[in-house]
């Protein structure tokens, strides 16, 4: 599922373009370059773990613009220049600047008081009302909880701007949002691109901070010169699909028949890419929600829990001398009795787990509960996990193909759980549907190729879209024990709504 990897010697002295993907635990740095095939390497990686400071859990804004710095200059000794940079994060977080400063480090997402007040917030106006007016089943939690903790702020900051824009901005571009990471913060109407100012009014939040707005492959700026000796020549700034996601989109190679896709990482985002969004009644009952693509097309998704429930599994079992590698643990997995205990990974138990780390705790407390057989050794745990993520990812598909009255022939699976075959079988059986596996790396690749369509080598992202098609080894997986399956998922929606 690699992409094609060009040696540095190679290149040297061409100019590269970079990807800068900044997630909850780990920023990743890219670059690459188009001659005739698409050639990216990842250059530099670093922690981005947010940390509590007088009680916020809060992203270190200096501390990530040192990494990212860093990993230019990386790039840099390696091919010689870079020629652009655009930044993607994970979703929904935001800071505030005044007087040309940052006032202080952004909340994080994962900061579980930013979601102490949406019942206050519901009562002004109803999800529904919400749903319909912004396409998102989410609702403004954070703006809505940071304004009415600390209203001054509001009032002293110049802009508010969103957290990829916030690390471009750090770097010297312009403090312009994003149409796909603004869509995340859930006050956006997705049909415009514009901010949903008349619901924001209605729940007493302010305007006047929000920012101007424009499309992924905007150029914003250049990078700074004197942020290091390093940067001697101009590099561009380009606006990116911001949010991680939209980025991975671009790098799905779909076709006509076949819009459906399974982003994979610590959320697994089942959805369908479409030229329109879905807002309406059975759209809203699913739950779903509507996010951009690229190319002015539609995510129509639900997001679930993924991976992050195996990652604080292995970490347990790191902790209390138990197998935690992957290779151990899948092939454990492979060697465990299937469908012995399935768990609903939408619990609110599971969602709790993860904010204390318990996740093992909550998977055996789940089975007892619920008169299932309890798994015992980490080959029963992971198996269980991983077949309870595939059941969960074809009842969610199967309702919005129903919401959406748009069918898929094929799966496209991008992200992490490329490099988990087992997986891969799994969700290719569980949805009765060919899995087309690849790239991991999709965020990256999604990155360039929007930095390639705005400085113009490439002509769109459909045409970027059949290069990764050309340069990705994809691996495919056909449903099997169908009937096994079936009565697996008739059982499963008894229990799991």
Sequence with gaps: ????????????????????????????????????????????????????????????????????????????????????????????????????????????????????????????????????????????????????????????????????????????????????????????????????????????????????????????????????????????????????????????????????????????????????????????DVPSSNELSVGGRIRYIRNTPGFSLLEHCRDTWRRTGGRYEYDELTAAARDAEAFRSIVDTLDDLFFEAQATGDVVAAIETYCRDTGQPVPETEGEITRCLLESLAIRTALVLERLMAAAETYTDRLHLVGGGVENELFCQLVASATGLEVKAGPTEATAIGNLLSQFVASGDIASYEQGRKIVDETVDFDYYEPRNTSTWDDALQQATETIT
């Excluded at 800068?20 to 890219?30: A, E, F, L, M």
Aim: aromatic share 8%; charged share 25%; glycine share 8%.
């Design 1 to 284: 599922m690699g992409i094609v990897m060009a040696l540095p010697s190679l290149i040297r002295g061409m100019s590269s373009r970079v990807a800068i993907d900044i997630g909850t635990s780990t920023g990743k740095i890219y670059y690459g370059r188009l001659d005739g095939e698409l050639d990216v390497t990842e250059a530099y990686r670093f922690e981005t773990n947010p940390s509590t400071v007088d009680g916020r859990l809060v992203w270190d804004i200096e501390s990530l613009t040192t990494e990212i710095v860093a990993g230019l200059e990386s790039v840099i000794e390696e091919t010689g220049s870079v020629a652009s940079v655009a930044i993607d994060t994970t979703a929904g977080d935001f800071g505030l600047i005044e007087d040309g400063e940052l006032q202080s480090d952004p909340y994080c997402y994962l900061d579980q008081s930013l979601y102490s007040k949406e019942d206050d917030l519901l009562e002004c106006v109803p999800r529904r009302e919400i749903f319909r007016r912004t396409g998102h089943h989410g609702v403004p939690n954070s703006y809505y909880y940071q304004y009415h903790e600390d209203p001054e702020s509001f009032e002293r900051a110049d802009e508010l701007v969103m957290l990829p824009q916030l690390l471009s901005w750090k770097l010297g571009a312009e403090p312009v949002g994003e149409t796909s990471f603004g869509v995340t913060l859930r006050m956006m109407d997705i049909r415009t691109g514009e901010w949903e100012t008349d619901l924001l009014s209605e729940l007493d939040l302010p305007t006047d901070v929000l920012p101007e707005v424009a499309d992924a492959g905007t150029d914003i700026g250049s990078v700074d010169p004197s942020l290091s000796e390093s940067f001697s020549g101009e590099t561009d700034v380009y606006l990116a699909p911001s949010h991680d996601t939209a980025a991975a989109m671009a790098s799905i190679p779909f076709e006509p028949e076949s819009p459906g896709f399974l982003c994979t990482g610590s959320w697994l985002i089942p959805g369908l890419e479409l030229t329109e969004p879905v807002i309406d009644d059975a759209a809203f």
